[in-house]
């Protein structure tokens, strides 16, 4: 069966630098693309960017353009989230989701925490 487990959370400092884990348990082609998102009760949960597994292409949201960056690694059925330049307003509890297609994640981590101190 399909699982997503998330790592990597913890505290840093603003302008610091983490990297979540996504391990994506019994992978196939319903979980081709693999999203990354975040909330920080009371807001929305926000959408931060995917990865088409097959084609190693990624997209982002713009507000976290030009800092974050995905990627993955087939030997370990891995997607990462590279946080670079992290700010307070990063905060969040990550979570990846993934699905056969953008917008269709038809299976979600429990996620991890991040909090950046200003």
């Known amino acids: 069966q399909v699982q997503l487990v998330e790592s990597g959370g913890g505290l840093v400092q603003a302008g610091g630098t983490l990297r979540l884990s996504c391990v994506v348990s019994?992978?196939?082609?319903?979980?081709?693309?693999v999203a990354w998102y975040r909330q920080a009760p009371p807001k929305e949960r926000e959408y931060v960017g995917v990865?088409?597994?097959?084609?190693?292409?990624?997209y982002y949201s713009n507000s976290v353009k030009g800092r974050f960056v995905i990627s993955r690694d087939g030997a370990t059925d891995t997607v990462y989230l590279l946080m670079n330049q992290l700010k307070p307003e990063d905060t969040a509890l990550y979570s990846c989701?993934?699905?056969?297609?953008?917008?269709?994640?038809?299976?979600w981590g429990h996620g991890t925490q991040v909090s950046v101190s200003s």
């Open positions: 990865i088409d597994w097959e084609i190693q292409t990624a």
């Open positions: 019994g992978r196939t082609s319903s979980t081709r693309f």
């Open positions: 989701a993934a699905g056969p297609g953008i917008g269709a994640y038809n299976y």
